[in-house]
């Protein structure tokens, strides 16, 4: 008999705001369905206004169709991606729900958490995605329906939000405004998302 799936559906919630005073955001959240995984993507383009929303739309258009690719494919797709611009960082989620499984990883200042009965952080690579980063450390682990992944750029107050104990347990649904109103640097791109397994 085959073994029920762990779930089968994805909650996702997200938010980008630009920094004061500029019109575009340098800072992206991707959110995509691909088969039976959901693939999060949050980056962070290097600067701010319209160069660093250049970097954050080529690295959109790298991830939006992940087409199969694992985190360590996608990064190395995004590194070519990037390679003629000033770079990004970034993190990346895949969410496997049918068998309560995760595999993540990041580069740069960005930021990836788990969010349950404790919170934990994905280890992540220093360097700039597209300057020669080196490849990311990537991380497998199990998810159940009680935990919450946050993944934030630095415009998000991390070490704050988590003090605050207010990255929610429950429903995440409106999280990401709320994360990016009391949390999110002014004079900073903001980008977050929010994702659990189940309704
Ligand atoms: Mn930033």
Redesign the pocket.
């Known amino acids: 008999m085959p073994e029920l799936p762990i779930a089968t559906s994805v909650t996702f919630d997200c938010m980008t705001r630009p920094k004061l005073g500029f019109a575009e955001s340098?800072?992206v959240v991707v959110g995509e369905w691909d088969e039976d995984r959901f693939v999060i993507c949050v980056a962070?383009g290097t600067g701010h206004g319209r160069l660093a929303s250049e970097v954050a739309l080529r690295v959109r258009d790298a991830v939006v169709e992940p087409a199969g690719r694992s985190v360590g494919h996608l990064f190395d797709d995004l590194e070519t991606s990037l390679r003629a611009t000033l770079g990004a960082?970034v993190s990346i989620v895949i969410i496997d729900p049918r068998n309560g499984l995760v595999e993540c990883a990041g580069v740069g200042?960005v930021q990836i958490l788990f969010s349950g009965m404790e919170t934990s952080s994905c280890l992540l690579r220093p360097g700039i995605v597209g300057r020669r980063a080196r490849p990311p450390h990537i991380t497998t682990r199990a998810i159940d329906r009680s935990e919450v992944i946050l993944l934030a750029?630095?415009?998000v107050r991390v070490s704050s939000l988590r003090r605050s104990g207010e990255i929610p347990r429950g429903s995440i649904t409106g999280a990401a405004r709320r994360i990016v109103e009391v949390f999110g640097k002014k004079h900073?791109?903001v980008g977050c998302a929010l994702a659990k397994i189940g309704g």
């Open positions: 340098g800072d962070d960082a200042n750029t630095d415009g900073d791109d």
